[in-house]
């Protein structure tokens, strides 16, 4: 398995109840076919410019581990979320 850490902005104006929905559901995409490691939240943080004309964004990182298609139906599922504004995701090399 390999080492991955998603990172992914949720927009600002949810509640709080639909912010953490959307960090468990993004959860639960990875523990379906891996395994979920560390879960930061950053929480809101200013935006290098604007995105759909917000200025704040609410982030959030999770290192998690999976095989190779894990990352292509996370990037899928995360890119036609209403909630989440943008993500990116990196495979972290062991060094």
């Known amino acids: 398995m390999t080492k991955y850490e998603v990172m992914f902005i949720i927009n600002p104006t949810l509640e709080d109840e639909k912010k953490d929905a959307t960090v468990e559901t993004v959860k639960e995409i990875i523990a379906a076919d891996g395994v979920v490691g560390e879960v930061d939240v950053w929480g809101m943080r200013k935006l290098a410019y604007p995105i759909q004309k917000l200025n704040d964004g ?3 990182v999770i ?3 999976g095989n190779a298609t894990l990352p292509k139906e996370l990037d ?3 890119r036609i979320s209403d909630n989440v504004m943008r993500h990116i995701i ?3 090399d062991e060094k």
């Open 58 to 60: 609410y982030y959030v």
């Open 63 to 65: 290192n998690f581990e």
């Open 76 to 78: 899928r599922r995360l």
């Open 90 to 92: 990196v495979a972290k």
